[in-house]
């Protein structure tokens, strides 16, 4: 028989619909129905999961990840990740790569495919997102300048080779390389391309939209500037309908101000929450290495001995949290960007509690903290 569960009696977030009281129905790995509570109760068979007034929302997907307690994705540890994940509500991400010289990438890559079979009993690896080396060295953000490389036609290939064909997302900056022949390339492959970390003009980045340039990385960090006379890659961001913004909300990486202005001019459809956890997330201050890097830990950011931010201390939760309470978002506008727009931007049938879709659920408390999740119909996480 086939499994069936009725979570009912809950405040249920589509995202973009709320029902209180609501109910969402499940058959095995996939969402059956979702509406009202009064209507479901003639369902029979099922087991009965009463959310008694609790929170349930699709779960959070972070398209822009790198590791968490110690535990970086680029390597054996990616396993570790996924299980830790759920614990703040994240049931879908891709694993995102930090800028080594190029043959380190590879070979961190090749421990990264080794593992991902293990990836099991947590949060579901979507594909990985490299980000770096083919970054621009005016713009490396934490990265070593010296290790940055463009990107070609020959790197896409090698990269797809050494994982497997795993690659889902690359972050690269389009002007140190040939643009033209690279986006209908990575288009063709399924591959997402992103811009970011990137020096371009605005006037560079209207064509590659055109080619399919639709995402941008950590939206005003780690790119050229808004300016009233060339407003950059930031400018062409909010300029473009068709880029999706990725925004760090963790109240370090962007002013709540600027988050807020980027959101009313993209829209939530169009601005996808992410974490870029460091593999330091929520770790106790200190001193540390992050592979080559040496980083400091000051229990709300991660950062070089220079000050430089290194990734984020917070994982995805926290910016919900941050769309909540500081920008005063309602829940429904908040969850798009955190679960919606990522799994559309990757055409998945996630984010959403929506027939057909997978049942990747959250049940949270009252201040926004998960207490209960299930990945494609499974328990994966309950909080003690």
């Keep these: 028989m086939t499994e069936l569960r009725l979570f009912t009696q809950g405040i249920v977030y589509t995202p973009s619909e709320r029902w209180a009281p609501g109910a969402v129905l499940v058959r095995g790995s996939r969402i059956v129905d979702v509406g009202p509570a009064a209507a479901f109760t003639s369902v029979r068979n099922a087991e009965i999961i009463d959310l008694q007034g609790a929170v349930l929302t699709p779960g959070l997907v972070d398209i822009h990840m790198h590791g968490l307690h110690g535990h970086d994705v680029m390597g054996p540890d990616l396993p570790r990740v996924a299980h830790l994940l759920p614990r703040y509500g994240v049931t879908s991400f891709v694993p995102t790569t930090l800028t080594f010289p190029w043959d380190e990438v590879l070979r961190r890559l090749e421990e990264m495919t080794a593992a991902w079979d293990r990836v099991e009993g947590g949060a579901e690896a979507l594909g ?19 290790w940055t490389r463009p990107l070609t036609l020959e790197d896409v290939d090698t990269l797809q080779r050494v994982t497997g064909g795993r690659v889902r997302m690359i972050t690269f900056a389009p002007e140190e390389t040939d643009a033209v022949r690279l986006l209908p390339y990575l288009r063709a492959q399924g591959i997402l391309p992103v811009i970011g970390h990137s020096d371009a003009t ?15 990385t950590h939206t005003f960090n780690a790119m050229r500037g808004l300016h009233h006379r060339e407003p950059g890659v930031v400018g062409a961001v909010l300029y473009y ?46 001193e540390y290495m992050w592979g080559s890097y040496r980083v400091v830990v000051d229990g709300e950011t991660v950062r070089l001995p220079d000050g430089t931010l290194a990734g984020a201390h917070a994982l995805l939760d926290t910016g919900l949290r941050t769309m909540i309470r500081t920008l005063l978002l309602p829940p429904e506008t908040a969850l798009i960007m955190a679960c919606r727009t990522p799994a559309r931007a990757l055409g998945l049938p996630k984010g959403e509690i929506r027939p057909g879709f997978d049942a990747d659920l959250v049940v949270w408390d009252e201040t926004w903290r998960p207490t209960q999740v299930y990945v494609k119909g499974r328990p994966v996480y309950t909080r003690e």
């Design 128 to 146: 990985i997102h490299i980000e770096g080396p083919h970054l621009s060295p005016k713009r490396p953000g934490m990265a070593n300048a010296s």
């Design 202 to 216: 605005f006037r560079q980045v209207g064509p590659w939209v055109d080619l399919g340039l639709h995402m941008a």
């Design 241 to 286: 309908d068709d880029i999706v913004a990725q925004l760090i909300a963790d109240g370090h990486h962007v002013h709540p101000a600027v988050m807020d202005l980027l959101i009313r001019v993209k829209g939530p459809d169009r601005v996808a929450l992410i974490s870029d956890a460091a593999p330091l997330a929520g770790s106790p201050p200190g």
